[in-house]
């Protein structure tokens, strides 16, 4: 199989999406890999899979590489006598933030009829936006941690319980999160979140609490992953979460009661079917007196959280063969032609 994978983009998390990518090369031991890069003014180019590498990106030397154009049927490179198509089987989204997560390239993939593995345009708006997120997880009868909402011209109180975390509403990867453990703190984390988003949630800070990583799909059935307890320190920042991306090596499922692991599967579930057929999604989970809380929906998670998998590839294989396909509508004019009748005209 030939995958193609579009990372980059125009976004705070660019430089993670390039790792995420590279790590793909690792990952993919059977798949032939074709890298379609898009660059922070959103043009695309065709990166040679033998010579890729991080130093290729901050250099600029990327743009030595084929241009390419985005139109019906796939991606192209133009030239003199005419224009060629990249060819592969399946896009798979690797564009984290913005571009990626907000729903803009699973757009244009729909649009220009292009098979692709990623949340759908709705399920990305809901996910992109964590203040959608919970309206979302409310209306599916998932509870998550309380919270408030503040934009950028609010007056800056809350009501919570210090301490709190601040998050920007349309970011992930820690970026422009704080802990505000007093009042005294809040304005300066405010102005952090506000360089980078003109909203925030405020969410309280629970010292220890449990959590859990849950990711899948659905192909002709369930396929997920195992449950991870990912490793806990006060704050992932920005830096640790970084290093996290390039992740290729499985890691141990968590130690917890089947009980448990059963409520954060059928969590899951309730969040990706049917909004998120058509991807791999990652679900963040806190667990609170036995209670499954949703954290975060993560619609492309750093690597694809491939490490979660025993057999991620093959997963890849079968998800491309069951994408959604969106109806096909046949414009017959018939009533136009009816009016044109009416009136003498046809």
């Known amino acids: 199989m030939n995958i193609a994978i579009l990372f980059g983009g125009s976004s705070f998390e660019h430089e993670i999406s390039i790792v995420s990518a590279i790590t793909m ?38 743009k030595k590489s084929k241009q390419l154009t985005l139109k019906k049927g796939g991606f192209f490179i133009d030239g003199i006598f005419g224009s060629k198509v990249v060819d592969f089987d399946v896009a798979l989204n690797l564009i984290h933030g913005r571009d990626g997560e907000d729903g803009k390239m699973a757009s244009m993939m729909e649009f220009y009829g292009i098979p692709f593995i990623s949340p759908r345009m709705e399920a990305s ?62 304005d300066y984390a405010l102005d952090v979140a506000f360089e980078f988003d003109t909203d925030v949630i405020v969410e309280p800070f629970i010292e220890g609490v449990k959590e859990y990583n849950q990711a899948g799909c659905y192909t002709q059935e369930w396929e997920l992953s195992i449950v991870e307890e990912p490793h806990k320190e006060e704050f992932l920042d920005f830096e640790k979460k970084y290093m996290d991306f390039s992740r290729d090596s499985q890691v141990l499922a968590a130690d917890i009661s089947d009980d448990l692991k059963v409520k954060i599967q059928e969590t899951f579930k309730k969040i990706y079917d049917p909004l998120f057929k058509g991807s791999i999604i990652r679900c963040d989970f806190f667990v609170v007196d036995d209670e499954v809380l949703l954290n975060e929906i993560n619609p492309i998670p750093g690597s694809m959280a491939n490490y979660l998998f025993e057999d991620f590839e093959g997963m890849i294989s079968r998800l491309s063969k069951h994408l959604p396909r969106e109806q096909n509508i046949t414009i017959d004019y018939q009533y136009i032609h009816s009016i044109q009748s009416a009136k003498g005209k046809a």
């Open 125 to 186: 708006a809901l996910s992109y936006n964590k203040l959608y997120t919970k309206f979302l997880a409310q209306s599916l009868g998932v509870k998550t941690v309380d919270y408030e909402y503040l934009s950028k011209n609010d007056e800056r109180k809350i009501t919570m319980a210090y301490p709190v975390i601040i998050k920007p509403v349309r970011l992930g990867s820690s970026i422009g999160v704080s802990i505000v453990k007093s009042e005294a703190e809040l």
């Open 25 to 62: 090369k690792k990952v993919f031991k059977k798949s032939t890999l074709t890298y379609i890069f898009v660059d922070s003014n959103r043009e695309f180019y065709l990166i040679d899979t033998k010579t890729i590498n991080s130093k290729l990106f901050s250099s600029g030397e990327y």
